[in-house]
Structures are given as structure tokens and as C-alpha cells.
């Protein structure tokens, strides 16, 4: 971490030691800081849209109201992140419990989808690329995809993402490579492939 | 996180693209991590290829965003915000309450001052309180939690309105207007507050603090009971009748039968929505299809007649409209067709 975002660390934790004092501007900010992103992150784990909104709802009515019990937290972001998770996670699998469901259930399932090419170059290569990523990508674990987004959305640390979703540091660690890899020998075929063809291609003006 | 220089001379692809120092490079550059990695590069111009390698996997790595809209933001708060208060004043009263008990006679002067501004406080409150309204609606296929002014909580079902005035008096009425289906947890209140559901011009549910569910759409009109007690009252030219229902009792008038009848039931039936599933047991189909019609807007023909008879068993998650209609071609061999929101169907032909 920077000094600039040491600063702004510092700020939000004043800012959430207002909040338990019971300052509800402070309150607000909160919420208008992280109502986007934990909306994005809930909608990875379910397609249905007003469920992780009332989750985002229970997490902040329960923050305000247990809110002299709470400690203060290191990351404000990873808290929230850890909590809406484990609410969501509560609610899906209450739902679950209560009914049997007529066909697979896709709930709890990370879906993770590689936004559209930044730059629309119809180059076959990159196209090509593209595809052999989201099709890998569709390959990891549930775990494996969450950690990805931690990490690369998000950009949270090996250590932060072991606090989030419960499991060691260690394990972390091993998640994300094992994804990487997986992402990583996707690509390779083609890295090859185009090496092979630039091989082809000089070997004629080899006399 | 930052190695020696030295440290990343044997790195294979793999190595960088798990590095954290690396990774910020690619990710959230800054001049120190810039300078550094070209530093390295120039050390070791040979490893060139790994890292071009690891980079364009990393910068690849670009996720699909769930943007929520203006209204989602603004509603959540707004339950949010209304729960809050509720909590904050149930607080407040608890605590004084506490303190008059225990001082009452000693503070008494303090205690009618009190509670003279508390009156010209409620005066005030009553005549800044404005007739506005407060409404809710569902789309098709969505469900809604809302947080009413006494912290009571509603689940609407999809395609349901559910209107009340944006605020309460302590000690009025808590009415509140429905079209179409909801779930409601009552709160009691210490002064047993009477909370009225408006269903149509001349049905009311009336109730202290209970949970129930009600519905109120072209169909028909029913209230299913599942703890507490609840009054329900019909208007008649023949006069007024009152029904009072006990847990697991439900009452409604549907379709061909205009009278309302009580009989016993099980509530979780008429209340798995809420956990966003369709439930049928033992439900005869065009009831079924009554439902997909108002749960997604669907407007389902059926070819023969004779399907009509059937009754169905099984339950499906809401989010996915076509599942039941998926569910009862495979169980009964029918076919359906969809054009829109218009559906056809019929049965196995041969």
C-alpha cells in the first residue's frame, strides 16, 4: 500500500468509528461507497437480481443496529464482502433446504464472464483468444472463479481473499494458481500454434 | 511483496503470472512498479518472452460488471433508512420508559412538562404529517421485501401494488391497500395498533400482529394464516360478516365460487414464493397456469380440453420462467410453443 491509500484506509476508518457512534451521514457514505460493488459481487453468486438486493439491505439494517457491538474492522471492504456473502449464502441455502428443486439449481455458482474485447480489432488472433479464455475460464471451480475476481476485479491480496472467503492464505495462494494455470495453458496452444506458423513461414528463406 | 532484483531470474510464466508485485504492474501500474520491471528487463533482456507472455494473460483478465440501476439504490436505502428509524425509536422508547418507572414520583413535575410537549409534539407531527402516499410495485417475475412505517415487513409477490400513506400516526390505524399478493409479518405494538390490509372495496383483513398471507387479483381473494389471529371482514348489502382465522386456516372465494369458505390448510403453500420458488401440490392445472400468468405475464391457451384435468405435483425456482412449462411437457409428454409472452399448448398429439 501507497501513502495515498494508507490516507484513504485512514479516512474510511474514521469515517466507520463516526458511523458507530451513530452518525448517519457517515452511514450513508458507506453505503453509497460499496452499494455498487457488493451488488456486483452478490450478482456473480445468483441470477436473481432482487434477491442480493434484499441481502445488500439486511447487511446494512444489521450493521446500524449492532453497531456498538461491532469491532473495528481492518478493511471496511473486506468486512462487507465477508458479510454479504455470508448472508447470501445463508439465504440460498435456507431456500434450498425448504424445497426440493424440480431442476438443477445454478445458485451458488460463480459466474464469472470476461467482458467483451476493449479494443474491436477483428484480428482472428485476438478473437480467437477471447474464446479459448472464456472457455477455460468456464472450466474452474466455483472457488477458483471467485478468487479470480477478488483478485484481478477487485484487486484484494492473497491475504485479503483468505479473510473473505474463509480458508488459509496458503490455500488462497493455490487457488489462484491453479486457476492461472488452467487460464495460462489455454493461451499456450495458441502461443505455440503461432509460433509453429512463424516457424513455417521463415524455414522457405532458410537456403 | 517486492523482491531483489535477483529474485525473479529463473521465473517461468507461471511464477509471474502468480506474483503480486507482478501482477500490480500489469494491473494497477505505478512509476515505482515500472521502474522497476524495466530495470529488471533490462538486466535480463532474454526473459522478454515470459513476460510478454504472462502480461497478455493478466491483461486479458477483464470481468463483465452487474451495474445496478438508480432506483435499486435509492429503493434499498429507503427500506433501509425506514427500518433504521423504526429500531432507533423502539430504542429510545424502551430506554425512557425504563426511567419513568424508576423515578416517577420524584420527577413527576419533569414528567408533565414532558408529556405536555409530547402532545404539542404529536399535535405537530399530525398536522406536518400530509395525506401523501406511498406505493410499491413488482414486475413480473420479481419479489420485493418492503419496510412499512412501524417496521412491520412485507414480501411482495410479482405483478402485486401495495399502497400506504408515507406516514403512520402512533396511535391511528395501520392501513395498507394490496392488488395482488404479499406476505405480511405484523408487528405488535405496545398499544395494540389495529394494522388493516385493504383487499378489495368490500374485503379487509384486520389484525395486532401476526404473519399471513393474502392475495387479491382477478382471480379471487384469499388470506392464509400462519401464526397469530387475524379478523377478516366482508361487506354485504346482506349485511356484514366477520371470520376469524387461526393459524393454518386460510379463507377465500376463487373463480366459480362467489362465497368465501374457511378451511384448514398448509400455510407454506400459499407462502414459497418468498423464497422464490413455485410450489404445487396437488394443484389442478388451470390453477397452475393461473399462476404462471400472473407471476410472468404469460397468457397461456390450451389446445385440449382434456389437460385440464390434471393435477400437478412439484415446485421450480421463480427466476426461470419457462421451468414449469419445461417441467409439465416432460412429466405429461406435452408440447408447448411461445410466441412472446402468448403460449400454445397441447398435448402429445397421438
Known amino acids: 500500500m501507497d501513502k495515498q491509500e494508507l490516507h484513504k484506509a485512514d479516512v474510511e476508518i474514521e469515517n466507520w468509528i463516526a458511523f458507530q457512534q451513530g452518525d448517519q451521514r457517515a452511514y450513508s457514505r458507506i453505503y453509497q461507497a460499496y452499494f455498487t460493488r457488493l451488488y456486483n459481487y452478490g450478482n456473480k453468486f445468483t441470477s436473481d437480481k432482487s434477491l442480493v438486493e434484499d441481502c445488500i439491505q439486511d447487511l446494512f439494517i444489521r450493521l446500524w443496529q449492532n453497531r456498538s ?88 491480496s492473497y491475504e485479503e481473499i483468505s479473510q473473505v472467503i474463509s480458508i488459509t492464505v496458503k490455500g488462497t495462494y493455490k487457488l489462484v494458481a491453479r486457476a492461472l494455470e488452467v487460464l495460462h495453458n489455454s493461451l499456450k496452444k495458441i502461443f505455440l500454434l503461432i509460433n509453429f506458423f512463424l516457424v513455417w513461414l521463415a524455414t522457405p528463406l532458410i537456403p | 511483496m517486492k523482491k531483489e532484483i535477483q529474485a525473479y531470474e529463473h521465473y517461468t510464466v507461471t511464477e509471474f503470472l502468480e506474483d503480486e508485485y507482478f501482477q500490480q504492474w500489469v494491473r494497477q501500474p505505478d512509476q515505482e512498479t515500472d521502474e522497476f520491471w524495466h530495470e529488471w528487463l533490462k538486466k535480463y533482456p532474454h526473459k522478454l518472452g515470459e513476460i510478454t507472455e504472462a502480461r497478455s494473460l493478466l491483461e486479458r483478465l477483464q470481468f463483465q460488471t452487474d451495474t445496478p440501476s438508480d432506483e435499486s439504490r435509492n429503493r434499498v436505502w429507503q427500506n433501509i433508512v425506514a427500518a433504521n428509524q ?80 408515507a406516514k403512520w400516526t402512533p396511535a391511528g390505524l395501520r392501513e395498507v391497500w394490496l392488488e395482488g399478493e404479499a406476505y405480511f409479518s405484523v408487528k405488535h405494538t405496545q398499544n395494540h395498533q389495529r394494522f388493516v390490509v385493504h383487499l378489495t372495496d368490500s374485503t379487509q383483513v384486520e389484525v395486532l400482529g401476526t404473519k399471513f398471507t393474502a392475495f387479491q387479483r382477478k382471480r379471487g381473494t384469499r388470506v392464509v394464516l400462519a401464526s397469530g389471529k387475524v379478523k377478516f371482514d366482508i361487506e354485504r348489502v346482506t349485511g356484514n360478516r366477520e371470520v376469524y382465522l387461526k393459524p393454518g386456516e386460510m379463507i377465500e372465494s376463487m373463480e366459480k365460487s362467489s ?52 393435477r400437478v405435483w412439484g415446485s421450480a425456482p421463480m427466476e426461470d420462467e419457462g421451468v414449469v412449462l419445461k417441467g409439465l411437457s416432460k412429466t405429461f409428454g406435452w408440447r408447448f410453443t411461445r410466441k412472446g409472452n402468448q403460449v400454445l399448448l397441447s398435448g402429445s398429439g397421438k
Open chain 2, 259 to 310: 362465497d368465501f369458505a374457511k378451511k384448514a390448510t398448509d400455510p407454506t403453500q400459499f407462502s414459497a414464493w418468498i423464497e422464490r420458488k413455485l410450489v404445487f401440490h396437488n394443484v389442478p392445472l388451470p390453477e397452475v397456469l393461473a399462476v404462471l400468468e400472473e407471476t410472468y405475464g404469460m397468457q397461456i391457451t390450451v389446445a385440449d380440453s382434456s389437460l385440464l384435468q390434471k
Open chain 1, 69 to 156: 457491538q461491532h469491532v473495528v474492522p481492518a478493511s471496511v471492504r473486506n468486512y462487507l464482502f465477508k458479510s454479504l456473502r455470508n448472508i447470501l449464502f445463508n439465504k440460498i441455502t435456507s431456500r434450498k433446504e425448504t424445497l426440493a428443486s424440480m431442476e438443477e439449481d445454478n445458485d451458488m455458482a460463480f459466474q464469472l464472464v470476461l467482458s467483451p474485447e476493449m479494443d474491436i480489432i477483428q484480428v482472428h488472433d485476438l478473437e480467437e483468444r477471447h474464446r479459448q479464455l472464456t472457455r477455460a475460464l468456464e472450466e474452474l471451480t466455483q472457488r477458483q472463479k471467485e478468487a479470480l475476481f477478488l483478485k484481478f476485479y477487485e484487486g484484494l
Open chain 2, 86 to 165: 423504526v429500531f432507533d425509536q423502539q430504542l429510545e422508547s424502551a430506554s425512557t420508559g425504563k426511567v419513568i418507572t424508576l423515578y416517577s414520583f420524584r420527577y413527576l413535575r419533569q414528567l408533565a412538562a414532558a408529556v405536555v410537549l409530547l402532545v404539542i409534539g404529536a399535535a405537530g407531527y399530525l398536522f406536518l404529517q400530509n395525506s401523501t402516499q406511498q406505493q410499491y410495485d413488482t414486475a413480473f417475475g420479481e419479489v420485493k421485501t418492503v419496510v412499512l412505517p412501524d417496521g412491520s415487513t412485507v414480501k411482495l409477490n410479482a405483478n402485486s401494488t401495495l399502497r400506504f400513506p
